[in-house]
């Protein structure tokens, strides 16, 4: 399904010679759908994209059903993958809100989970009812709790480049968020610009920022939408930087439902059409990937948004 011998490898000085992929297809692509895709299909597509050689799959997230219904299977979903697929807990990341979601994900064996903050108030108040600060402080027993079992622990920040309500959102303020889920015990940030207004400048410029608050680059992963056109632009940008962690979604899925103006996130199709032409190891069968995203377009009954998927994928 690729084009042979292409892309032709190119490489760029100063950049990384290896990228892990964290998809999110399977948990942030798939909980904007208008309709609950059944869980067999959620389970192939898992099965697929992990098959495809994807390091990272985040499989679905234990939170209430009334808040994401489109995600109400979490125990159903992440216990085939591990009891009837075997698939490694450690490479299937789950989000978890609350006590009660790690709670749920503990028992089932989950060994990765990820806590979602925001870096201002107005989605703060949207996403989880609550100040920022008073979501750090419900967080921060979960961390706790997360790395005494042994779990590794990821913290996602939304609207860290820009808000619907508010506006622009001061780099200070992205900063403080950032510092505060790293001295709870998180491993990882994940910077999400989660209406897609960033550019490439403002990127370095957090980074930068980031790092003058002693968070080393290797701790940052990121995380963009292409609302815009920009989120090729901005991961360039953050690769030129050091960062080595890209969130993508198969097929260019996802959105968010508590921020209307949120598109999808960036294709992984797309980012590692531009991985493998920058010389840059990804451990990604393209091909695979592709007909995976062609499988799961035909599931939903809808194109693929992904430029690079409907290019592999068209036939004369």
């Not at 789950?94 to 989605?123: H, K, Q």
């Not at 963009?224 to 940008?237: E, M, R, S, V």
């Not at 960036?266 to 840059?280: F, K, S």
């Not at 809808?302 to 004369?316: D, Q």
């Amino acid at each position: 399904m690729t084009a042979s011998g292409l892309p032709m490898t190119v490489p760029a000085r100063g950049l990384p010679a290896r990228v892990r992929i964290h998809e999110v297809g399977a948990r942030d692509g798939l909980q904007n759908e208008k309709t609950v895709v059944p869980t067999e299909i959620k389970a192939e597509f898992v099965r697929r994209l992990t098959g495809a050689g994807l390091p990272v799959v985040e499989a679905t997230s234990f939170v209430h059903p009334r808040w994401v219904p489109q995600l109400a299977d979490a125990e159903e979903l992440f216990g085939k993958l591990l009891a009837v697929d075997g698939l490694d807990p450690a490479m299937l990341p789950v989000l978890v809100p609350n006590d009660r979601g790690l709670d749920r994900a503990l028992a089932l064996g989950a060994r990765s989970v990820a806590v979602f903050a925001s870096a201002t108030e107005s989605f703060a108040k949207a996403n989880l009812n609550r100040t920022v600060d008073e979501a750090l402080a419900m967080f921060a027993p979960v961390v706790t709790r997360s790395k005494e079992a042994g779990v590794r622990v990821r913290g996602y920040l939304s609207m860290c480049f820009g808000d619907p309500w508010e506006g622009p959102v001061p780099v200070e303020q992205v900063v403080r968020v950032c510092r505060a889920l790293l001295d709870m015990g998180c491993d990882e940030l994940s910077l999400g610009d989660t209406i897609g207004v960033a550019t490439p400048g403002h990127v370095r410029a957090l980074l930068t920022a980031l790092n003058g608050a002693d968070v080393a680059t290797a701790r940052i992963g990121v995380h963009f939408h292409d609302t815009y056109g920009q989120a090729l632009a901005n991961t360039l940008a953050a690769l030129e930087h050091g960062v080595t962690t890209v969130d993508a979604s198969a097929g260019g899925l996802g959105g968010c439902p508590y921020a209307k103006s949120a598109t999808g996130n960036l294709a992984t199709e797309d980012l590692v059409w531009m991985l493998h032409g920058l010389g840059i190891d990804t451990g990604v069968d393209l091909g695979a990937l592709t007909a995976t995203s062609v499988w799961m377009a035909e599931a939903l009954g809808r194109p693929s948004p992904s430029r690079a998927v409907r290019a592999l994928s068209h036939k004369e």
